[in-house]
Each structure stands twice: as structure tokens, then as C-alpha cells.
């Protein structure tokens, strides 16, 4: 398997697409307690990188939320994706 995928502009538009959709899935855990997150990015590694909104940004167990919640999401609508990873995680 090789460590990279060039996307045409088209498939990765339908990448993003799904992604937010799985991303959708999670988003009302995040906003009861005021957060949210956003895709900054999706490499040609196939690695999803986020940003943590609002209270998100500096909750102790992003990190937690993070793997169980967001890649998670992500990775059982899309299996091709091999991780997900915040720009601004202050805990990894």
C-alpha cells in the first residue's frame, strides 16, 4: 500500500464532503459543551488535520475525544483515512 494518494480537485472535494458528514455525526457532543471542530486539511497521506473551536480549544480531554470520538467518526465512514490529528492540540 503506498504511503501517499494524489486526489484530483473533484475527488477530494467528495473526500471532504464525506469527512464533514462523519464529522456531523460528532458535533453535538461537541457543542453541548460549547466546542466544535473544523478541517483545516486532508494530506495526500490521507491524514485528516482539524482545529478545536471554542471550548474544545482547551479542554483537558480533547485528547480523549480526539481518538474515541472524532477519528473514530471519521475512520468508520471512511477506513481509507489513516488518522486524524488537531492543529492545535495542546496535548499531543
Known amino acids: 500500500m503506498p504511503n501517499f494518494v494524489l486526489m484530483s480537485d473533484p475527488e477530494k472535494v467528495a473526500l471532504l ?4 458528514l462523519a464529522l456531523d455525526d460528532i458535533r453535538p457532543h461537541l457543542v453541548v459543551d460549547g466546542g466544535d471542530v473544523s ?3 486532508v494530506t495526500d497521506e490521507l491524514t485528516v488535520k482539524v482545529k478545536w473551536l471554542g471550548a474544545c480549544e482547551m479542554c483537558s480531554m480533547s485528547a480523549m475525544t480526539m481518538k474515541a470520538g472524532v477519528e473514530q467518526a471519521v475512520k ?4 481509507q483515512i489513516r488518522s486524524v490529528v488537531a492543529v492545535n492540540d495542546l496535548h499531543g
Open 76 to 79: 468508520s465512514r471512511l477506513p
Open 39 to 41: 478541517v483545516v486539511e
Open 17 to 20: 464532503h464525506q469527512i464533514e
